[in-house]
């Protein structure tokens, strides 16, 4: 039998498109909600965006990653880790 072969998946490249996917969405919302939630508490407009962000990266920013840079994401560049 033959052992499966590891998988090269790079948690490092992924939390770094994650990042630059997220940074905007969070920035524009912030924008948005900010103004709308004038006088609310932190926690209360937390409660908002929270919801809005998890929704927007399970279903649009994540499979946009694994998408368009899944060949980045599953490979290590010149022999090294990661």
Same mark, same amino acid.
């Given at each position: 039998?033959?052992?499966?072969?590891a998988?090269s =998946?790079?948690?490092?490249? =992924?939390a770094?498109?994650?990042? $630059?996917?997220?940074?905007p969405?969070?920035?524009?919302l912030?924008?948005?909600v =900010?103004p709308?939630?004038?006088?609310?508490?932190?926690w209360?407009?937390?409660?908002?965006l929270v919801? +809005? &962000?998890?929704i +927007?990266? &399970?279903?649009?920013i994540?499979? $946009? &990653?694994?998408?368009? =840079? *899944?060949?980045f994401?599953?490979r290590? *560049?010149?022999? $090294?880790? *990661?």
């Open positions: 039998m033959s052992k499966p072969a998988s =998946f790079s948690r490092p490249r =992924f770094l498109l994650v990042a $630059l996917g997220v940074y969405v969070v920035t524009a912030l924008y948005l =900010f709308l939630t004038n006088g609310w508490a932190l209360q407009r937390t409660l908002v919801p +809005v &962000i998890v +927007v990266m &399970i279903w649009a994540i499979p $946009l &990653i694994h998408r368009r =840079f *899944g060949a994401l599953h290590s *560049g010149r022999g $090294l880790p *990661g």
